[in-house]
Structure formats: structure tokens, C-alpha cells
């Protein structure tokens, strides 16, 4: 691993966990020691994910590595069973019980018939990559597990992807639900990612579509659609245009129309948008620029979005490897290193940062910035009716980039 100054990227052990914990009724039990458990709540506070009752270690001893003993393990899972008395119980591999090869799943599977609750063993010791890598792997473990055969047939619509390392996801969920209500009179089954009970997501083979939000939850739509024969369409909706083309794939995957309220309101807005921004476009005298730094899916759709308002260059910088990604969007760039990053933010001036806190802190301040992706110290999540997907958040989107056009080019902080 390569120094770093600030933030390495979430490891694909702690994304395994922020998304699990967001399965209601359920545990996530870590076999390892007290110190990695404990900073990882810290974390996922700042997410606004629950610890209480959630998250647990069994903590380990030098015996415990050394000789290979799991019987502080197996005790953890009776005794949280009988205390709690939770539906699911995750066990998880920290790094050490990982290296150590510890058979994580042979001890869920004898330990099953004393307890009540779903074992299920997560051998991931966030040894294989980064958070994009723990997301893919933990929607596949929940889809493979939970959902249940036989579920009763309802008109809903299934959110994949919903992760809560998205900066305001729960706001672009509520905007997605108004979305699917308004167009075709669909309500939202499981929204997987963000808080979800047990008992819902044992019953989601049943809903008419899944929608994957990102690349990420394309292999666990892959899994829905073997095993129940669910449809699923893959993207997120950024900007005008580019929400109203997401619900015209989602229409025909259901054999269904869109409203024609709804895809006229759309279309005059894109349509109107474009008038508005045309005088701050014309004559080429001046190039407007814009940096957006953030997960994948987020830079194809709010890219798009600034490049139709009239942005002359986007540079889009990945916060995740892009290694899981089967096909890459061109003009995509992720830095191996902290310090290729840093100095690429620190050249950009007068550019529109759409961005993180700590990006936002390293680039020149003659750059607008504006806090669209984590880490996001200085931005707490509070509101939940402020998204950045759908047509509330091309509204917002559409107001930085007037109110970006409208500075004044100002001197270069060198």
C-alpha cells in the first residue's frame, strides 16, 4: 500500500460491512480484534448507519491465532443469538483470522443447528480491493441468501446499489420513489443498501423490476434474474435528459408508458435549461471547466449532464479502482496513488469541483466547489429531500452551473 496524506480509499472488508449493517434484523459479527471493529464504527457513524445492536467483535486472543481456537467464535454466535435473538447473523473474517486461514464457514455451518438465527459466513478479510469491490461482493451474498422461492408476485420496483459510502443516497432514494410513483404508479419493494428488514428482502423475488444504480449491483441483478426470472435495468439518473431516457428504458422493460405529465415536464425543462445557459455560451470567448471526482456511475451521469449545460472539458476522476468495471465509460481516470491525485487537484483552477471534502480542501480556492461524494467531514447529511439524481437533483444541478457561469474569472492560487 502507498502512503497516504489524507484518506486511503474504504477497503472491500469495510463496504462488506456498511452494507450488510444495513440489513435490519440482522448482525454482523467480525472474528477478529477489538481495534479494527471499533474504528470501523466511527466510520459508519459518520454515515448515518446504526451500531446499536448492529455491529460486534468476539475479539481475539494470541491462543486464539496461534492454536487455531474457535470456540470464543462459536460462544459470540450463541450468545448474541440468545441475547438479541436476530434473524441473520453475519460472520465476517477480519485480516488476521484471513491470513491465518481460519474456516470461517465450517464453523457457521456446525454451529447452525444451536441457534435460531440464519448463519451466514463472509469470508472477507478486505484483503481482494477497495469498497467497489466489498459492494459487489456484499449484494451477491445477501441476494444469494435471503430472498426466498415462491414469493407473491407484486407491482414494485427493486433498488440495487443504494450504498451508504453515496453522499445523500437516502435523498436519491426518496427522489427515485416520487419518480417511480409519479411515472408509472409503482411503489419501491427493497431499496438494497440502506436500511431493509429481513423480511422484505426474503419476499423481493416478487417485484416486477430491479433497477441497479451502479456497476457494482449488476452481478447481484445478474443473480435475481437467474433465479426468479426478474428483469433489471442498470443506471442512474442525472440531469433532465438523462432521467427521462432512464425512465423511458424502464417503461420498456415493464411494457408500460411513462406519464405524459411527467416525460413532458422533463423535456420542457431540458428543453429550457438549455435556452437559459445559451447566453453565457455564446461568442467562445470564454471556456467553462469542471472536475468531478467520485464513484463511477456518478461520473458518467453528472458528467453528461454538464457537458448538455454547456461545461467545454469535464475531468473525471474515479475514487475506486476500476478493476470490476466491464465496460469503462472513455475520459474515466483513477489514480494508483494518493500523490498522483493531490497533484493533478492542486493544478485545476477555476474549474467547478464536484467533489469530495478532502478534494475540495487540496485544489486552488479560485475553483467552486461543491460537495457531491465521500468523504464529506464538513458536509453532515441531514436533510433527506435534497438529492443529486432525478429532476429535484438536475434543479440543483442546474443552479451550480449557472451560478459557476456567472463568476467572474478570478487570479490563480498558485
Known sequence: MSLYRFLPAPSHRMAVMWTLMS???AIVLEYGPAGTTHYSMGLFGSMGLSNENRLFTTHISEDDVVMGDVSRLENAIVELDA????KVIFVMESGVTSVIGTDIHGVCKHIQEKVSAHVISVGEGGLRGDYATGLCEAYKTIVSQLPVDGAQQQQTINILGASAGSYRITSDVWELKDLFNR????RVGVCLGLETPVKEIQQMSGASLNVALRTEAIPCAEILKDRFGTPFVYG?????????????EIGVALGVDINEIVEETLAQKDQESRQNLMPGMMGGIRQFNATIVGDYDLLR???AF?????ITHVNMICSHGLKDVTHKAEGITYFETEKERLMFLKSINNHLLLADDVSMHVAPKDNMGVCV?????????VATHLPIMGERGADMLLELVERFMARPVTSTNK
Open 373 to 381: 461524494s465521500f468523504p464529506f467531514s464538513k458536509h453532515p447529511q
Open 236 to 248: 442512474s439518473p442525472y440531469g433532465y435528459s438523462g432521467t427521462l431516457s432512464w425512465l423511458k
Open 83 to 86: 441475547s438479541f435473538k436476530p
Open 301 to 303: 451521469g453528472i458528467s
Open 306 to 310: 454538464l457537458k448538455e449545460a454547456g
Open 23 to 25: 440489513v435490519k434484523d
Open 183 to 186: 411515472a408509472f404508479g409503482l
